[in-house]
Each structure stands twice: as structure tokens, then as C-alpha cells.
């Protein structure tokens, strides 16, 4: 290779600037003229300060525009990438946008509905305070009006058929209904039945059910029971029985002798004859002697007569009639004597049932609950 010259041209700091076109394009050479290797003149164009610089700022820009394509080309890439995601997130967003809108269509359908009912319920609550309202203005009014009616049939039960035990617990809840309500305005009303309530648990107790019962328990024995006409004659005795301790002897009958079966034989006809002539003859002591005569007829009368006296008896008792009550059992207990055995059990126990029914006592006096009742009608006239 040609080497390049050691001593190059030293620029011309102080004059002029040539321009590269002066020296990057020789002129052509002759022919007769020694041709200058490429080398040479690449090795003289380096050698100028100019050429380098250009050079330098050549390649500088070079790298600098494939260094901004590059980045430009990286750039456009990411933007791409970046738009594409944008896009898919546009797309989700206004599928969500639309499943929003969807979802608020429904809740303002949901939120109208809701509305509605609300106004319904409040329309509601305002219609039961009104009648909460009036039910609490007229709920004093109601419950003495109430308690009234209660207390004026307890009253009527209590003098015409004597139930003290309804008119005890018909006070008894009059009072606790007035003492749910806690108002001092009913305390006179309460003091007034408080009263009631004492006389009526000062009065006597009258067994009612249970002398019903005792006289129930007599009727049904009625047609168990005896009647003098009924009474039989006793049986006679079995001849074997008369000879069983004779036949209980340890003598042999070969061996009795003739004076032995003549005595047996007398004692034997003896004793059917007497059996016989007791049958025949009997002696009783009664003191009417009607009792005796009664055919089966007159019998079955007698007893349905007894039946009907004690069932009026037992009418009395309930209805609280003392007169017709003593009249009946006192009737019935002497038609139990008249008529019926009164040595048997039986006859016994239906008239000591009738003793303890007709020592009870039927009737007591009663008192009203007027104090009670015109406490409330009282507390209802104020204004």
C-alpha cells in the first residue's frame, strides 16, 4: 500500500474556507500522468480537518437517525400496543357502560316499585294510628262496657238459679280486666267489687252436684230393691241334709236293730211334716197390710211412682225450691217404708242416702251485685 504523506497541508487557520467541492472531485488526470492510487486520495481527503469533521458529522447523524428510527419505530410499536388496549378497554368499558345502564333501568324499576309500596305501607301505618288512635279513645269505654254485661249476668245467674261459684269468677276477671289498665279511675270500681267478692265467699256452700248425685245414685237402686210382696217362702231342706250325721255313723245298717230303724224312720216323717206345715203357715208382723197384696202391675208402679218423686226432688234442688224439695224426699221415704223391705241392706242404704241429702240445706240467701254494677254505670254517666 502507498503510504500517506508525513507532513500533511496544515489548514489555513487565518484564510479562507474552501469549499468540499474544491478537492473531494479532482480533475481528471491526462493520460500521460501517473495515476494516484483510491487509497492515496481517501488518505488525502482524511488528512483535512474539514473532511474529518464532515466525516464525523456524517456518521454522527447516521447513528443518530438509525438510533431515532429505531426508537421511532419502538415508539410507533408501543403506541400501537398502547392503542390496541386503549381499544379493548373502550370495548369493555362500554360493555360495562351498557351492563351499568341495564342494571340502573332495573333499579329504577326496582326503586319505582319500592316507592310505591312505601307509599302504601305509609298510607297503611297512617290508617292504623287513626284506628290505633280511636281504639285507644274508646278502649276504656269498651272494656266497662264489657265488664257491665258480665256483671248483669252474673246477677241473673246468681238470683234465679243461685250459682255463686259464676258470679265469684265473673267478679274475680271483671277486677283483673281493670287492673291490666292501671288507671286510678278505677279504683272506686274495683273497691266496689272487691267488696262483692267477699260477701259472696262469706256465704254458706250448698253442695248442689253432690246431693244431685246422691239422689241419682237412689234412683238407680229402685228396681233392686225389695218389696213386702216380694218376699218368698223359705226352701225346705233337702232330706240329705237331715240324714248326713246319720249317715256319718260308723254302725254298719245290718247291724242297726229294729227299735234303731223305727226311730230313724219317725224322725225322717217328722221333720218333712214340719217342713211342710211351715210352708203352709206363716206369721208376719206388718203395719199395712196393702203392701202384701200388691200385684206385679201395682209393683212396677210403685217403683216408677218412687222414680218420679225423686227425680221432682232432685228438680227442686237445682231450681233452689226448698218447699218441693222436703215434700219429696219426705214422700219418698215413706213410700220406702210402706212398700219396700227395710230389714234388707239395700232398702237401708237408699234411705240413709236420702237422710243425708235432706239434711243439707237448699236454699241460701243470696246477694246481688247491684254495688258493682252501679259503680260502673256511675264511672260511664260522668262526662
Do not use: C
Not at 274508646?138 to 250459682?163: C, F, H, K, P, Y
Not at 240329705?240 to 246319720?246: F, L, W, Y
Not at 215413706?334 to 235432706?358: C, H, N
Amino acid at each position: 500500500m502507498n503510504e500517506l504523506p508525513n507532513n500533511p497541508e496544515k489548514p489555513n487557520m487565518g484564510g479562507p474556507v474552501v469549499p468540499p467541492e474544491s478537492y473531494v472531485t479532482p480533475a481528471p488526470m491526462g493520460p500521460g500522468e501517473p495515476r494516484v492510487p483510491e487509497g492515496g486520495r481517501v488518505g488525502g481527503l482524511l488528512q483535512k480537518p474539514q473532511n474529518v469533521a464532515i466525516l464525523a458529522l456524517a456518521i454522527l447523524l447516521a447513528l443518530q437517525t438509525y438510533s431515532t428510527h429505531s426508537r421511532f419505530n419502538k415508539l410507533r410499536e408501543d403506541v400501537a400496543r398502547t392503542l390496541q388496549k386503549d381499544n379493548a378497554s373502550n370495548a369493555e368499558t362500554a360493555q360495562t357502560v351498557r351492563e351499568i345502564q341495564e342494571a340502573a333501568k332495573e333499579l329504577q324499576v326496582k326503586v319505582g316499585v319500592l316507592e310505591n309500596r312505601q307509599t302504601e305501607a305509609q298510607s297503611q301505618q297512617a290508617a292504623l294510628e287513626q284506628m290505633y288512635q280511636d281504639i285507644s279513645k274508646n278502649r276504656d269505654e269498651w272494656a266497662l262496657s264489657e265488664i257491665e254485661q258480665v256483671l248483669s249476668t252474673a246477677s241473673q245467674q246468681l238470683q234465679l238459679a243461685g250459682n255463686v261459684q259464676g258470679a265469684l269468677i265473673a267478679l274475680q276477671n271483671a277486677d283483673r280486666s281493670l287492673s291490666r289498665s292501671d288507671k286510678p279511675q278505677f279504683i272506686t270500681i274495683r273497691r266496689a267489687i272487691a267488696r262483692d267478692i267477699e260477701k259472696l265467699k262469706a256465704l254458706p256452700s250448698v253442695d248442689q252436684p253432690g246431693m244431685a248425685l246422691r239422689l241419682d245414685n237412689v234412683i238407680s237402686q229402685i228396681d233392686n230393691l225389695p218389696l213386702l210382696s216380694d218376699e218368698k217362702p223359705a226352701e225346705p231342706i233337702a232330706p240329705s241334709r237331715v240324714n248326713a250325721p246319720a249317715a256319718g255313723k260308723t254302725a254298719a245298717p245290718a247291724e242297726r236293730t229294729l227299735a234303731q230303724r223305727a226311730v230313724e224312720t219317725w224322725r225322717n216323717w217328722s221333720h218333712e211334716m214340719w217342713d211342710d206345715i211351715r210352708q203352709l203357715i206363716r206369721v208376719r208382723t206388718v203395719d199395712n197390710p196393702d203392701a202384701l197384696m200388691l200385684s206385679p202391675s201395682e209393683s212396677y208402679f210403685v217403683r216408677e211412682n218412687l222414680k218420679l218423686r225423686l227425680l221432682n226432688a232432685r228438680l227442686a234442688l237445682l231450681s233452689r225450691n226448698e218447699g218441693t224439695f222436703r215434700d219429696d224426699i219426705n214422700t219418698a221415704q215413706q213410700q220406702l217404708v210402706k212398700y219396700f223391705d227395710t230389714k234388707a241392706r239395700s232398702t237401708q242404704a237408699a234411705q240413709a242416702l236420702l237422710r243425708q241429702v235432706q239434711a243439707n240445706n237448699v236454699t241460701i240467701d243470696v246477694p246481688d251485685l247491684s254495688e258493682s254494677l252501679n259503680a260502673v254505670r256511675n264511672y260511664k254517666s260522668k262526662p
